[in-house]
Structure formats: structure tokens, C-alpha cells
């Protein structure tokens, strides 16, 4: 069975930094790439970026790069995505997800919830 | 900003068919396929139909896609009460260099 599992929720302050994890089990992990998408609260999905995990190569969202940092270590088939200088705009539910055919994602992460607060 | 409108609201009574609407431009659905997910109350979203039209393994075929230059929609038949959900269109696009997600569509079962 597929599976992406995410790491838990986070609390940060304003100006932190932020590393979640996604753990990819039930299939080949270096065959498909791995995305990551935001929800803020209420809203709708953004793409965030992706990354091969056999080479860790990466595409990010223009809107996002140097904010965003996605990587990938193969030995334990996880998939990290981290955040610098927190803002509370960051505050949001953060997906992986699994991509399949064409750019479609076809397994999803539970989700992590990341809050932002001073 | 998403590239991708869809009506924010949909509605119908149970076994009714709705179809929610998709409009892009050259960049995105003109030229690439489009995804369509399912995101339920609290839930992470759900692949529904993708590469216009098809459907992964255990979507029921009362969900279908179609593609028609810059624009795309998603058809619902049958209409049933855990349908209700948000539902977004997706697509490549080759100018912003991103994967762009519609504006999102909340269905209602009456």
C-alpha cells in the first residue's frame, strides 16, 4: 500500500525557521517525483515545488524560491520540505504529495499544520 | 493568484448532474493536461480524474473530464451526498513555470 506520512504540527514564531518531513513507503521512492502543496486557512491549494528524489533535482514556485528549500534523503525514502524567516502568511496546512502520470498527484500526505505566532 | 477560474459554487438535489467549469488560457490548459481533485471537509484532496478525462483506479464513472482548448470541466452524475466537497482543476503552466491550481468550486448536495 502507498503511503506518504507526514511529521506532526508545528508552532513557530515569526523569523523562525521550519523543517517538516514526509516519509514515502509501498513503492519504488526514487521512481516518482515528490511535490509540495500549501493550504492557508480557508483558501485554496498552491504549488510549492517539487523534487526527483533519485537525483534531488528541484523545480520551485517562482513566488516562493529563497523562501523554500525541498530535499530528499533516498536511504530513508523522506522528502523534506523547509521554510526560513517565517512569517505569519505561512501559516497553513502543507501537503506532500506523489507524482504520477504526466503532473497529476495520485498519493497524498495526511497533511501538517504549520502555525505561525508571536 | 491563480490562473485557473472556476465558479465558486455549485449546487444540485441527489441524482442530479452538475458540471463545474475551468478557464485557463494558452499557457496552461491550451497546451498542457488537466487534473481534476476532490477535497473533502478536513481531508487532504483527492485525484479524481487526470490527463483530462481519466479516471484513477476506484473513482467511480458517475466522475468524468473533459477538454476543449483553454477551457475544461468536470461532470458529476448521480449526484450523492458524499460528493459534497471542494473541487479543484489543475494544470501545468509553461509560462509561470508552476503547476496551477483552479480557484476551487464548493459543491452542495440540496
Known amino acids: 500500500e502507498v503511503q506518504l506520512v507526514q511529521s506532526g504540527a508545528e508552532v513557530k514564531k515569526p523569523g523562525e525557521s521550519l523543517r517538516i518531513s514526509c516519509k514515502g513507503s509501498g513503492y519504488s521512492f526514487t521512481n516518482y517525483w515528490i511535490t509540495w502543496v500549501r493550504q492557508m486557512p480557508g483558501k485554496g491549494l498552491e504549488w510549492m515545488g517539487r523534487i526527483d528524489p533519485s537525483d534531488s533535482y528541484t523545480n520551485y514556485s517562482p513566488s516562493l524560491q529563497g523562501h523554500v528549500t525541498i530535499s530528499a534523503d533516498k536511504s530513508i525514502s523522506t522528502v523534506y520540505l523547509q521554510l526560513s524567516s517565517l512569517k505569519a502568511s505561512d501559516t497553513a496546512m502543507y501537503y506532500c504529495?506523489?507524482?504520477?502520470?504526466?503532473?497529476?498527484?495520485?498519493?497524498w500526505g495526511q497533511g501538517t499544520l504549520v502555525t505561525v505566532s508571536s | 493568484q491563480s490562473v485557473l477560474t472556476q465558479p465558486p459554487s455549485a449546487s444540485g438535489t441527489p441524482g442530479q448532474r452538475v458540471t463545474i467549469s475551468c478557464f485557463g488560457s494558452s499557457s496552461n490548459i491550451g497546451s498542457n493536461t488537466v487534473d481534476w481533485y476532490q477535497q473533502l471537509p478536513g481531508t487532504a484532496p483527492k485525484l479524481l480524474i487526470y490527463s483530462n478525462n481519466q479516471r484513477p483506479s476506484g473513482v467511480p464513472d458517475r466522475f468524468s473530464g473533459s477538454k476543449s482548448g483553454t477551457s475544461a470541466s468536470l461532470a458529476i452524475s448521480g449526484l450523492q451526498s458524499e460528493d459534497e466537497a471542494d473541487y479543484y482543476c489543475?494544470?501545468?503552466?509553461?509560462?509561470?513555470?508552476?503547476?496551477?491550481f483552479g480557484t476551487g468550486t464548493k459543491v452542495t448536495v440540496l
Open positions: 489543475a494544470a501545468w503552466d509553461d509560462r509561470l513555470s508552476l503547476y496551477v
Open positions: 504529495a506523489r507524482q504520477a502520470v504526466a503532473t497529476s498527484f495520485d498519493f
